[in-house]
């Protein structure tokens, strides 16, 4: 019986070296995907041709949520870009008349919608908005990152990697918009008089939890409690727009959009 010949280790490494270099190489990135300024004007351009369905700010109506997905956008840039070029067949969104370049505008203002932060150029100072994450903010009474700061409000140690730029501003903004409803500030008497206050955790018939500013979750049974307040109002401030000028929230989310547990290559 002839013995069946294989291929020696040296050729099967070259045929895997050709092999990886036949793979097709990454396609580059248009200039306007991640551009500060061509996401400024694809915004203006979304609010005037897109916001009668897709909601002012991608929020969704007649139209698809664009924002705050689940699950980010499959498409690619190219997709994309030709999806608002050409609208989508049998569906209620129309081809476009705008010229190529503001088509891609579009595309950056949608893509920065829904994806994660931390895949952005967000302008900004990283550093002073650090200081004022720690600082004159006061975030970090509440909120903590890697392990330091309050532990009364959500961990921001993902934040960039789990949120879109557009909505960590409106965290902070506007804190009631799209708050955690989770997170809100709960007061419970007990029947002896004991006030206890925090986070509201879990609640059901029978028991409560509460989560105080040193982290600590408290089970309380419903019939040892007098009286509960829960506020509908996020315990966040509702006055940054007024408490920071405009340079100190652009550098603050700019410094929470680069919070990310799995660090992502910068981009140049």
């Not at 070296?17 to 500060?36: C, F, M, Q, R, V």
């Not at 550093?127 to 330091?148: D, L, P």
């Not at 993902?158 to 009631?176: C, K, M």
């Amino acid at each position: 019986m002839r013995r069946r010949a294989f291929p020696s280790i040296s050729l099967l490494a070259v045929l895997c070296a050709s092999l990886a270099g036949a793979a097709e190489p990454e396609k580059a990135k248009h200039p306007a995907i991640g551009n500060p300024e061509a996401i400024a004007s694809g915004q203006k351009l979304f609010v005037t041709g897109c916001a009668g369905c897709h909601g002012q700010n991608g929020e969704g109506g007649r139209g698809p949520k664009l924002r705050n997905r689940a699950v980010w956008h499959t498409l690619d840039d190219e997709g994309l870009f030709t999806t608002i070029k050409k609208g989508v067949p049998g569906a209620d969104m129309p081809a476009s008349n705008l010229p190529d370049d503001q088509i891609w505008q579009m595309a950056a203002y949608v893509r920065a919608m829904n994806s994660p932060a931390i895949e952005q150029n967000v302008p900004g100072n990283l550093s002073a908005g650090e200081g004022i994450f720690w600082g004159k903010g006061g975030c970090g009474n509440c909120h903590a990152i890697r392990g330091k700061g309050g532990q009364s409000a959500p961990d921001l140690s993902n934040v960039g990697a789990l949120r879109p730029v557009e909505q960590i501003r409106e965290d902070v903004a506007s804190p009631d918009a799209d708050g955690y409803e989770n997170w809100r500030k709960v007061v419970a008497v007990t029947k002896d008089g004991k006030t206890i206050e925090g986070a509201l955790r879990n609640r059901s018939n029978y028991s409560l939890q509460i989560q105080d500013g040193k982290g600590a979750v408290r089970l309380l049974s419903m019939a040892s409690l007098k009286e509960v307040t829960i506020e509908k109002a996020s315990p966040m401030p509702q006055d940054y727009k007024s408490r920071l000028s405009r340079e100190e929230m652009r550098d603050l989310v700019a410094f929470l959009a680069r919070q990310s547990i799995r660090p992502v290559e910068e981009k140049k």
